[in-house]
């Protein structure tokens, strides 16, 4: 029987892993570490699609870590991400518990998965300078010269492709010294959801959040003192309906350009969960459409190693 540190739940935005992560983890008396870039943020919950909600099975309430740890506008970084999931990890295993870890950020699954610890890279204000007067178009060009795109998140803004050339240029000068990061043996599933039915409830789930009053969430986190130019910054939602809000859009182009971004971002996190694979991870897949206590029977073989 394989002896498992960690379970990995991942799959793309709307294929249900929240729920299926929460099921299994009350099933198995255990707690849930979040993977999402995102949803670490306070206040910013239907623009990430926190659902909360899905963390309460049969009336309990399952204990998540690494959600609504940051204040807004903060310019969270994979490198912090490290260091606070293995606190939350430690804390999960001294209970005793087997930790889910859930979530469809690739490149912080992928940062505590693969083993080497990732170093905070300082700004560079003379290379900053060098590349301000630099369009997207040519800022994405010189960042695909250092590696494959694979999230393009990274080159949504002009700020953020700036970051991302300046991280890479210090790992270029710096390269990583070996280790120090645990070397983590997790049993990873994934949530394998078709094209169309991912697509039906990307948009089902963007009105409903709209009705639920999504970009009053964004006007209150700018009367809050957030500025649009740091919302922009999130990307995907945050971005459209900041967009929206100060007037640069129309309603409809809003929600046009936003749904077709979402099908686009969950196209990308398939790209970089396949990359994983290519990479040497092996991804159980599963399929959305099985019922809950199917794919909660399809973990615990796994975990017994057949």
């Known amino acids: 029987m394989p002896n498992y540190d960690l379970i990995t739940i ?24 979040s993977a999402d870039s995102r949803q670490i943020y306070r206040g910013m919950d239907l ?7 899905d963390y309460t ?25 490290q260091q606070d999931f293995l606190v939350s990890y430690e804390t999960v295993k001294q209970k005793g518990c087997l930790p889910v870890l859930c979530g469809g950020t690739g490149m912080y699954l992928e940062s505590v998965l693969k083993g080497y610890k990732l170093m905070p890279v300082p700004e560079n204000p003379e290379l900053r300078t060098r590349l301000a007067s630099y369009s997207l178009e040519e800022l994405t060009e010189i960042l695909s010269q250092y590696k494959t795109l694979h999230n393009s998140t990274d080159v949504d803004t002009v700020k953020r492709a700036i970051r991302a050339i300046e991280i890479e240029e210090y790992y270029t000068a710096h390269p990583v010294p070996e280790r120090e990061f645990p070397k983590l043996n997790s049993l990873i599933i994934g949530v394998d959801i078709e094209r169309e039915l991912r697509r039906e409830k990307i948009t089902l789930r963007l009105k409903q ?8 969430e964004v006007r209150q986190l700018i009367r809050e003192g957030i500025s649009p130019e ?12 900041t967009l929206y809000v100060t007037g640069q859009m129309t309603y409809e182009e809003m929600f046009n350009g936003l749904e077709t971004a979402i099908h686009q971002f969950a196209k990308r996190q398939m790209t970089w969960f396949r990359g994983m694979e290519r990479r040497g991870f092996t991804i159980h897949w599963i399929s959305s459409k099985l019922p809950m206590e199917e794919k909660i029977a399809f973990v615990k073989e796994k975990l017994q190693g057949n």
């Open 230 to 241: 740091d919302l922009i910054y999130y990307g995907l939602e945050y971005k459209y309906l």
């Open 209 to 216: 959040r709209l009705d639920e009053g999504m970009v009053d």
């Open 47 to 53: 623009g990430t699609g926190k659902d909360l909600a």
């Open 10 to 33: 991942l799959g793309p935005t709307a294929s249900g892993k929240t729920p299926f992560a929460a099921a299994l983890a009350y099933e198995l008396n255990t707690e849930i570490i």
């Open 57 to 81: 099975v049969n009336g309990h309430k399952i204990p998540y870590h690494l959600i609504d740890i940051a204040a807004p506008g903060y310019k969270y970084n994979v490198f912090e991400y």
